[in-house]
């Protein structure tokens, strides 16, 4: 059997697999175009039965079988780039910013000043940080992780300015960046509680 | 938010359409795609399969492709363990093989061939995106199974000249094989209550040769043994056998061995 046949079977079989049903009709129709499968076809047809019939029975899960496969995945999948850093505003569209500074109730300078990581994450409160987590879809930790990163310039901003701008301002801490963008010191007050 | 898009599938059937998702785990990805990451992680571990917050396979099976141009290595490591627990899952028990004999192959390896074909399948799908992982996202354990089908289809073609040419064609059953054989109804007991007995009733199933457990689909199937009409699709044509009686044989022969696995008197005793 060439490589191109064992394709063509396994591609019938899976299209035998996933049809909707697994009836007479079902089966003959593929024995009768696809004979050289009659085997093959007849023993997924038992073995899609007794799938059902057994779908409810538990079994334990060997673990180290699955850690097995994923480091060769590992070791197999094309490099990508490191995992710290991970840009979570990367895939978050300009609307749905103005979406979660709403939601958040801060002005959008606030948003900037994370998504350049000019914000000391350990001076935010949990709470907060969760809100823009869940806003941004992503997890806690993910964030933390690209914030922890050093400051940078915030993509997709035009300065109007005769010098380059720079992203080696160091960080600042949550209470100043809310005070450099103007937040009144009522809602101030509210962003910096923690939260029970 | 915007509402984010679940991607369609692209694979097409024989006829040219496309195939789709079933439309619960089309509802499902539709919610699922804006829970943020760690929502997602949390609903993995939703062990009840009649829990609404239970995420379907095909829906990992989504996810995980999704992450074809992420980093985020937590993430795709989680959803890529909870993967591979439902394709262990999908997959009959290493005792339910028959060990050893001509037309089996051990059931660890073919356990082990799934595992890694799936797994070059993913790697072979982030690196460019293809649609052979459809079929996982419209019915993952039957997709499965017929992936085990095909790596066993390999290494059993390899083997298949040992096979001796049967002796079936002709002559009556042995009287062991006439008195065991009693009223057996396979489907009656693949429908019972006990799942434990259901799961000795399918371990007793897959480890009959492959001849006879393969009539006793055909006969589970209704098609009938043979006809004097040609175009019926009788058993006997489909596995070119020149008498009826040689299925008769295979069909005792299998409840016979079916009886006395699952403890089942003869009609005799």
Redesign the interface.
Same mark, same amino acid.
Not at chain 2, 70 to 75: G, H
């Given at each position: 059997?060439t490589d191109q046949s064992?394709h063509d079977? *396994?591609e019938i079989?899976?299209?035998?697999? %996933?049809e909707p049903e697994h +009836?007479?009709g079902t089966? *003959?129709r593929y024995?009768?175009l696809y004979p050289e499968l009659?085997? +093959?076809l007849?023993?997924? /047809?038992?073995?899609?039965?007794?799938?059902r019939?057994?779908?409810? %029975? /538990? *079994?334990p %899960?060997?673990?180290a079988?699955?850690?097995a /496969?994923?480091a060769?995945?590992h070791a197999?999948?094309?490099a990508?780039?490191?995992?710290q850093g991970?840009d979570p505003f990367a895939a978050v569209?300009s +609307?749905?910013l103005v979406?979660l500074r709403r939601s958040l109730d801060v002005p959008s300078s606030v948003i900037q000043g994370f998504r350049s990581r000019t914000v000391d994450i350990a001076t935010v409160p949990a709470g907060f940080l969760a809100d823009l987590?869940?806003g941004?879809?992503?997890? %806690?930790?993910?964030l933390n992780a690209f914030l922890a990163g050093p400051p940078r310039l915030t993509p997709g901003l035009s300065y109007k300015s005769d010098h380059a701008p720079s992203a080696d301002g160091g960080k600042v801490t949550f209470e100043t960046l809310l005070e450099q963008c103007r937040v009144p010191e009522d809602r101030r007050r509210q962003l910096l509680k923690p939260r029970n | 938010? #915007?509402t984010r898009k679940v991607e369609r599938l692209t694979k097409r059937?024989?006829d040219g359409t496309p195939?789709t998702r079933r439309v619960e785990v089309e509802i499902a990805l539709t919610s699922l795609v804006? !829970?943020?990451?760690?929502e997602i992680?949390e609903r993995l571990k939703v062990r009840d399969p009649t829990s609404p917050n239970h995420v379907q396979s095909e829906c990992i099976v989504y996810l995980i492709r999704a992450t074809r141009d992420?980093?985020?290595?937590?993430?795709f490591?989680e959803l890529?363990?909870e993967l591979?627990?439902r394709l262990?899952?999908?997959l009959?028990?290493v005792e339910g093989e028959r060990a050893g004999g001509p037309e089996n192959v051990d059931g660890a390896d073919a356990?082990d061939r799934v595992?890694?074909i799936f797994?070059?399948r993913?790697?072979e799908d982030?690196?460019a995106p293809g649609s052979a992982l459809d079929?996982f996202e419209?019915?993952f354990?039957?997709?499965v199974?017929? =992936?085990?089908?095909?790596s066993m289809?390999?290494a059993r073609?390899q083997m298949a000249r040992r096979d001796a040419i049967d002796d079936e064609e002709s002559g009556e059953p042995s009287i062991a094989v006439e008195k065991a054989v009693g009223s057996l109804d396979v489907q009656q007991e693949? =429908?019972s209550d006990d799942?434990?007995y259901?799961?000795k009733?399918?371990k007793a199933?897959?480890t009959l040769p492959?001849k006879q457990?393969?009539v006793?689909?055909?006969l =589970? #199937?209704?098609?009938p043994i043979d006809s004097i009409d040609d175009d019926v699709?009788t058993i006997r044509k489909? !596995?070119g056998v020149k008498s009826e009686k040689t299925v008769r044989n295979r069909r005792d022969a299998a409840i016979a061995t079916m009886r006395e696995q699952l403890g089942i008197g003869s009609r005799n005793d």
């Open positions: 059997m064992y079977a *396994e079989l899976m299209a035998f697999a %996933v +009836d007479l089966l *003959e024995l009768r009659a085997e +093959d007849i023993d997924l /047809s038992m073995e899609l039965r007794l799938q019939a057994t779908v409810d %029975v /538990s *079994e %899960v060997d673990e079988w699955i850690e /496969s994923l060769d995945f197999a999948a094309p990508r780039p490191a995992a991970a569209a +609307d749905e979406t987590a869940r941004l879809r992503t997890g %806690v930790g993910e | 938010m #915007q059937k024989r195939y804006h !829970l943020s990451r760690d992680l992420d980093n985020d290595e937590r993430y490591n890529y363990r591979m627990r262990a899952s999908a009959p028990r356990r595992r890694d797994r070059l993913l790697v982030r690196a079929y419209v019915m354990s039957s997709a199974a017929a =992936l085990r089908k095909t289809g390999r073609r693949l =429908l799942p434990n259901r799961f009733v399918a199933i897959r492959d457990r393969r006793i689909e055909m =589970l #199937q209704r098609m699709l489909v !596995l």
